[in-house]
C-alpha cells in the first residue's frame, strides 16, 4: 500500500479510509456527485467494516487531469480504476456499494475479479436508460438526445433544471439544493463527456455474468431509475434481492438514508449463499 504506485492510486481517486472492522465496504458515487454524498450512510458501518470511500477520476476531489475523454468513453475504465483501488489497498471480499452509474461499474469490476467481492449494493442502479423494445429503461432515444443537447447549452441551467427531478422530495427543496451544488462542482466539460458515457450506456449483457450476491435497492417512485428496471436487473442477476424503498428519488442515501442504511445492514447480516465461479 506505500509503494509510490499505490499512493499515486489513491490519490488519483481521492481515496479516504475509516472504520474499524477487517472486511473492507467500499462507497462509489453516482453521476455529478462524489463521497460526499455519502456521508449519512456510511458512518453507520464504520463499527463493522473498514469503509473506503473514492471519488470516480474526473469528480469531487480526484485527479481532474488524469480524466483522458479517450479512455474514459466507456465504463469499463472506471471499473478499471475501483480494482486498482482494491488492489492497491489489498482488499478481497469487499462489499461494494454503487449509486446509480457506479452501481454498473461496480457489476463490470465484479465480473472481472469476483474474488475481490463478497457482495455488491447497487443503489438505484439501471444497465439501460433508453426503451428498447420490450426493455423499459425509462426514457426514449430523444429524451436522452434532449437532455444531452440541454447540457451541452447550458450546463448550470440545466443542472437547476434537473436536480429536483433526480432529487424528487420537492417538500424538501434543500435536498436539491444540495444534488445542484454537487453538480456545479464538476467541471462542465468532464460532465458532458461523462454523461454521454452514462445515458447511452447498455450493460444489459453483462448481468448473467455476475457472479456475487447482489442487493438492488430501488425506490418506488423514480424517474432516473423506475422500479421496472429494478425487476428487470432481478430477473437477470442469477444471485439478486430486490428491496423497494418506500421513498422518491433516485438518492436514497440522501433522501431516506435510515432506510438505506436498513435494508443494507439486513442484507449483509443475512448469510450469502456461497458463489459459483
Known sequence: MSSPACLSVLKRNNVTVSGAGRQAMVFVHGFGCDQRMWRLVAPAFEARYRVVLLDLVGAGGSELAAYDPERY????????????????LALHDVVLVGHSVSAMIGVLAAIREPARFARLVLVG??????NDRDYVGGFERADIDELLEALDSNYLGWSGHIT?????????????????????????????????????????????????????????HDVIAPVTVGQYMHRHLPHSELVIL???GHCPHLSAPQATIAAIDHFLRVPAPVPVL
Not at 80 to 88: G, I
Not at 125 to 130: E, K, V
Not at 196 to 209: K, Q, Y
Open 125 to 130: 442502479p439501471s444497465p439501460r436508460y433508453i
Open 73 to 88: 468513453s466507456s465504463l469499463s475504465a472506471h471499473a478499471d480504476d475501483l480494482l486498482e483501488v482494491l488492489h492497491a
Open 164 to 220: 429536483p427531478v433526480i432529487m424528487g422530495h420537492r417538500e424538501r427543496p434543500e435536498l436539491a439544493a444540495e444534488l445542484n451544488d454537487s453538480f456545479c462542482r464538476t467541471d462542465p466539460a468532464i460532465a458532458r463527456h461523462f454523461a454521454r458515457v452514462t445515458f447511452l450506456s447498455d450493460n444489459r449483457a453483462d448481468l448473467p455474468g455476475v457472479p456475487t450476491p447482489t442487493l438492488i435497492l430501488q425506490c418506488s
Open 246 to 248: 418506500d421513498t422518491s
